[in-house]
């Protein structure tokens, strides 16, 4: 599904991801492990179009993404959970779930169905502001937004970021439940090790922008990868 080779991306003269290739397979979740600084923000916004790459190629499903700016990304077939959610504080529960549907989903006014069985507490706070939820709240409410794009392939940065551990637990059992449900990938940046086990099918570990070791759960070293994530 999503292929990407020798992709290098930084921020003027200071590249941050060195030639980086990785592919995520139809369905598949795969977990990018690593320390804060280490180029998994950056990488994660290259690929969904709000950082250009330098050079390198990106495609999903065969078509290259070159040049494409982020809204015709996400109509290729990509949604992205930013860092820190990004909500619209001011716009209900509701409104904030609706902004992101297509403009004929828009006229129906109306959630779908799946939004609401994956997180009833959405319903029971559909009229709530959304700068009133807590963190593990808004996180829910920031997934929820991007799946009402119906994407092939979910892109998520730091989901865990800031939220408490049985909330963690829950994400990570509705992501895996959706996955199957609505068949779509996960791309998902990562230093909770025991949240990247409860989703992921593979781990690739990122220092100083570079891949340097990628292994599946069933025979993952996870010490190895721990020694990765410890500052």
Known sequence: MLEVNQLQVGYGESDVVHQVSLHVAGGEAVALMGRNGMGKTTLLKALIGMLPAKRGQISLDGVSLAGLPSHQRVHSGMAFV?????????????????????RKAQDSRRVP??????????????????????????QMLAIARALVTNPRLLILDE??????????????RILNVLRRERQFAILVSEQVLSFALDLADRFLVIDRGRIVH???RATLDQAKVSAFLTV
């Not at 800031?162 to 909330?167: E, F, K, M, R, T």
């Open 214 to 216: 990628e292994e599946a």
């Open 159 to 172: 989901p865990t970021e800031g939220i408490q551990p049985s909330i963690i637990k829950d994400m990570a």
């Open 113 to 138: 169905d799946y939004v609401h069985a994956a997180f009833p507490v959405l319903a029971e706070m559909r009229d709530r502001k959304g700068g009133n939820l807590s963190g593990g709240q808004q």
């Open 82 to 102: 930013p860092q820190g959610r990004m909500i619209f504080s001011q716009l209900t529960v509701e409104e904030n779930i609706l902004v992101a549907m297509d």
